[in-house]
């Protein structure tokens, strides 16, 4: 087991240098000059070509693409994500900086998304031809159907502006204090975990279908195991490598920042920081970013691995 | 998003590296979506004014304290004062430095820093310095109740900063082919000496915020970013640059901010914005979006503002690829061209955009509304004189050619909405004469590279809508990059030059217009509107104006205050 899990290392890190390479052609293959970018929003007339051209030079991006790679890797190994072109700061303050509220925004969601698939799972699978079941069927369509940004904004509009109850942007940047931090993150939380949500019920529906049919289940029944006891020692427990899985893919990709749900609710998470970098084509901030988000991406799928190993007893003797 | 499965019945066990991959390519891919659908911030640039927007000011008596909170829908860059570039970051940086002078909403300087200057010779610029202007106190290197003044250390510190290369200075290029040399005559007295005689040195000057030389040696010129030490109104207590951004007043100013705290909001979406406003979560919002502004006029609880100088707009031809290159053609295109039908399609209230006849706008020196008559429309003329050039429909299809090669072209704008509608509909129009248009839209980034490139063959682009704007949209040694269509005047670069040296406003106005009535005769654009952004203000807040050069919160003529709710 021990050389599987370091085997496993051993992928990711492979993993993260070929993606470190893919982002870092990308960025520079991908047209529009930072810098001419950057200039488009000075006062006219700031920054001639020749004032440009020692701005590239000075970043380094005049030499070839594999000489600024193998400098970029140097930088890595010494912990150094780059300066932005931006900002002047820091990658790595900035990435931490924004940390926060994207794992503050992914746990919420994680939760509640967890929270609704197992609630509507259940009463997808228990509610069959009955009126509460289709109901919830229909709710589960509509929500998979519901794009992001359409249910933020719709959710603003009621909660925000209509009822006033909520307040319609932002994250609480002054720690996190009762009620104002959670007021902020119920909308924006609600907003992202809809769709996985829904998704997560459809799924354990599925698995449920065919878990309640098992001999075993019929067994539990026979020997006169109630309803919610078969539900809870036997069937749910069978589709928890499912969820897991899915949890981990979600929280793996909210981990790495929610673009749209972030935009709509103004919160200074990680999607934003690099949607605003690759507009301005902050080479070393998108870098820093995605390798950020990859690598999260991973370890939050090898800790899935290893809750296999704890709920699966069978796999750890593969 | 990733790996959804839906109605499977088996755990889905895919192997990892699958996953892994599977995962890794969609944050690949994010990133390059996100590379053509963001829509980058607009040209924008500085903009000045003279018609400043007069407010009804409510008979409410002045109140002190309270906070003012202000949305915008970009992040702050940097509050770096030599390297700032966005107009957003100039606003807020504004607030905490001072340059020697600013400029108001009639494009006249007002005494910051300096509050007088004169020129003894054309090339000589003498600047008297505020007597009692104090660095703000209370952080690093200033501790409390230091009484430290500007002086004239300071500004010459501060220039030859921005004169030095090695710093990259964002106005260093610009003001370094201008300056000879910085000179502190005495505390109070600085002399900046320009190599040739220079109308703009002001203007430039008011972009530049002056720094501590205390704080320069003590955390080194690179640092400025994170030491926001200035001398303006108020000081910066909390900055999360794409979230939230806290100033509260500076009580040693020599006018005393009526604000005890201004808060910039940060909210990218303009809708939400506005429903901030809406729901008294924030009470100014520099940028409504188009559609809400119907709706948001009508309540009597906001008003609704322009600011005084818009900014232009503009399609253009590229001259150095043919037939573009013949005037006789760019005239043509220019009378099948219906600018002000297309903007009521665009444009849902009127205070939003006006028509351009010109490249200067409203409120800058040198406008002109007489060049209207400059321009006609006449689609049956347009064919007329593209048939006598050559370009007729022999082969009845609907477009026209000429030696067997059809007249089609590309029509390239970048992705923002407005200025996309606007090449749509006036592709549209030329289609109507027989010219085979296509559109294609183009994000921010790329769309500035192809410019640069001189690859579009029509482009729909904006900006210079600055007093020395001209000088980069037309001046064939100065053009922008972004700017590029390949016009080269001789007798106009010889108007640019003199009136770049005139130091005299009214002399100077005459040669603008001048050079301005050449330009449109040559048609080197189809100017298309000076667009005004829209600010929603709530009632209660008083004697605020958008920004229009730079956002004046505190000044002789204002002081913004809020009324207790």
Redesign the interface.
Same mark, same amino acid.
């Given at each position: 087991m021990q050389t599987a899990v370091i085997k496993?290392l051993a992928?990711?890190g492979v993993?993260l240098l070929?993606?470190s390479f893919?982002?870092f052609s990308?960025?520079r293959l991908?047209? #529009? =000059?930072p810098f001419?970018? !950057?200039?488009?929003?000075?006062?006219? #007339?700031?920054? =001639?070509?020749? $004032?440009l051209q020692?701005?590239h030079n000075?970043a380094g991006l005049d030499r070839p693409l594999l000489v600024q790679y193998a400098g970029y890797l140097g930088q890595l190994l010494h912990g150094n994500l780059g300066v932005s072109l931006?900002?002047?700061?820091p990658v790595i303050l900035l990435i931490g900086?924004h940390l926060a509220?994207t794992l503050e925004l992914a746990g919420a969601a994680l939760i509640l998304s967890l929270g609704m698939g197992i609630f509507f799972g259940l009463a997808l699978s228990l509610g069959r031809k009955r009126w509460w079941g289709e109901l919830a069927g229909a709710a589960v369509s509509f929500a998979v159907a519901l794009p992001s940004a359409g249910a933020g904004?719709l959710l603003?509009?009621i909660f925000? !502006?209509q009822l006033?109850w909520l307040?319609?942007?932002?994250?609480v940047?002054?720690g996190w204090s009762w009620p104002e931090a959670p007021r902020h993150l119920i909308l924006p939380a609600l907003t992202l975990s809809i769709?996985p949500g829904a998704?997560l019920a459809?799924?354990i529906?599925?698995?449920l279908?065919?878990v309640l049919e098992e001999d075993y289940v019929r067994t539990a029944y026979a020997k006169g195991v109630g309803l919610v006891r078969v539900l809870t020692r036997h069937a749910l427990k069978n589709t928890a490598?499912?969820v897991v +899985? $899915?949890a981990a893919?979600?929280f793996?990709?909210f981990a790495?920042g929610a673009?749209v749900v972030e +935009?709509?609710?103004?919160w200074?998470g990680l999607g934003? !920081?690099?949607? =605003?970098a690759?507009?301005?084509?902050d080479y070393a901030l998108?870098q820093g970013a +995605?390798l950020f988000?990859?690598a999260a991406? !991973?370890a939050i799928?090898f800790c899935a =691995?290893l809750m296999y190993l704890a709920l699966d007893p069978r796999l750890r003797y593969e | 998003?990733?790996? /959804?499965?839906?109605?499977?019945?088996?755990? @889905?066990?895919a192997p990892?590296?699958g996953? *892994?991959?599977a995962?890794?390519t969609?944050?690949?891919l994010? *990133?390059?979506l996100?590379?053509v659908l963001? *829509?980058?911030?607009g040209?924008?640039?500085?903009v000045y004014g003279t018609t400043g927007t007069v407010l009804a000011e409510a008979k409410a008596r002045p109140q002190d304290g309270g906070a003012l909170k202000i949305a915008m829908p970009y992040?702050v860059?940097?509050l %770096?004062p030599l390297?700032f570039?966005?107009?957003a970051d100039f606003h807020v940086i504004t607030q905490i430095y001072e340059p020697l002078v600013l400029f108001n909403e009639e494009g006249n300087p007002i005494p910051r820093l300096a509050t007088s200057w004169r020129n003894p010779d054309p090339n000589t610029w003498v600047f008297h310095l505020r007597k009692g202007a104090r660095w703000q106190a209370g952080n690093e290197v200033f501790p409390k109740r230091t009484k430290a003044e500007v002086t004239a250390a300071d500004v010459v510190t501060t220039l030859n900063l921005v004169l030095n @290369?090695d710093n /990259?200075a964002?106005?260093?290029? /610009?003001l370094a082919r201008v300056i000879k040399s910085v000179e502190a005559v005495d505390k109070r007295t600085v002399k900046v000496v320009t190599q040739a005689p220079y109308a703009f040195l002001l203007e430039d000057l008011g972009?530049i915020p002056i720094v501590s030389k205390q704080v320069v040696e003590r955390v080194g010129a690179?640092q400025l970013?994170r030491y926001p030490i200035g001398s303006g109104p108020f000081k910066l207590l909390?900055s999360? @640059?794409?979230? &939230?951004i806290t100033l509260s007043r500076n009580d040693d100013y020599y006018l005393k901010p009526r604000l005890a705290r201004v808060i910039f &909001?940060?909210? @990218? %979406?303009k809708? *939400?914005?506005a429903?901030?406003l809406?729901?008294g979560?924030v009470d100014v919002v520099t940028q409504l979006p188009p559609l809400e502004i119907p709706r948001i006029s009508a309540d009597k609880r906001f008003t609704v503002m322009a600011p005084a100088s818009g900014s232009y707009r503009y399609i253009a031809f590229n001259q150095r690829k043919a037939p573009f290159d013949d005037l006789k053609i760019r005239e043509a295109i220019a009378m099948a061209v219906d600018i002000k039908s297309a903007l009521k399609a665009i444009f849902p209230a009127e205070s939003l955009a006006q028509p351009a006849w010109g490249p200067v706008p409203p409120g800058i020196p040198g406008y002109d509304p007489g060049l209207q008559k400059m321009w006609t429309y006449n689609p049956e003329k347009a064919r007329e004189l593209l048939a006598a050039q050559g370009w007729v429909d022999a082969d009845k299809d609907g477009i026209l050619e000429k030696d067997g090669r059809k007249f089609s072209f590309v029509l390239q704008a970048p992705n923002d909405a407005n200025r996309s509608k606007l090449a749509v509909i006036v592709a549209d129009q030329l289609k109507a004469v027989g010219l085979d248009v296509k559109v294609k839209t183009e994000?921010?980034?790329?769309h500035? &590279?192809?410019l640069?490139a001189g690859q579009a063959d029509m482009f729909v682009m904006g900006?210079?809508s600055?007093p %020395?704007?001209l000088?980069?949209?037309f001046h064939s040694g100065?053009v922008?990059? %972004?700017h590029n269509t390949g016009f080269r005047n001789a007798e106009v670069d010889q108007l640019l030059d003199k009136a770049k040296a005139t130091t005299d406003a009214a002399a100077r106005k005459k040669l603008w217009q001048e050079a301005q009535r050449l330009i449109v005769e040559n048609r080197v654009h189809l100017p298309g509107y000076y667009e005004f952004v829209n600010a929603g203000v709530a009632k209660y807040v008083h004697d605020f104006k958008p920004a229009n050069y730079t956002l004046l919160l505190v000044a002789p003529d204002r002081n913004v205050w809020v009324e207790k709710r």
């Open positions: 496993r992928e990711m993993a070929s993606l893919a982002i990308v960025v991908v047209p #529009g =000059d001419q970018i !950057l200039f488009s929003g000075a006062a006219p #007339g700031a920054g =001639d070509a020749g $004032f020692s701005l000075a931006r900002s002047g700061e900086r509220p904004i603003i509009y925000g !502006l006033g307040p319609t942007f932002g994250w940047a002054q769709h998704v459809r799924l529906e599925s698995n279908a065919t490598l499912p +899985t $899915f893919l979600e793996g990709t790495g673009v +935009t709509v609710f103004s200074p934003r !920081l690099l949607v =605003d690759v507009a301005n084509r998108i +995605t988000a990859g991406f !991973l799928n =691995d | 998003m990733l790996t /959804k499965r839906h109605g499977s019945s088996r755990a @889905p066990r990892l590296s996953r *892994v991959l995962g890794l969609a944050i690949a994010t *990133v390059a996100a590379a963001t *829509v980058a911030p040209t924008g640039g500085m992040t860059g940097t %770096d390297h570039m966005a107009d @290369p /990259k964002t106005f260093y290029s /610009k972009h690179g970013g909390e999360r @640059p794409d979230n &939230q &909001q940060i909210i @990218p %979406d809708s *939400v914005a429903m901030a809406e729901s979560d994000e921010w980034g790329m500035l &590279q192809d640069a900006g210079g600055t %020395d704007g000088l980069y949209l100065l922008s990059r %972004d």
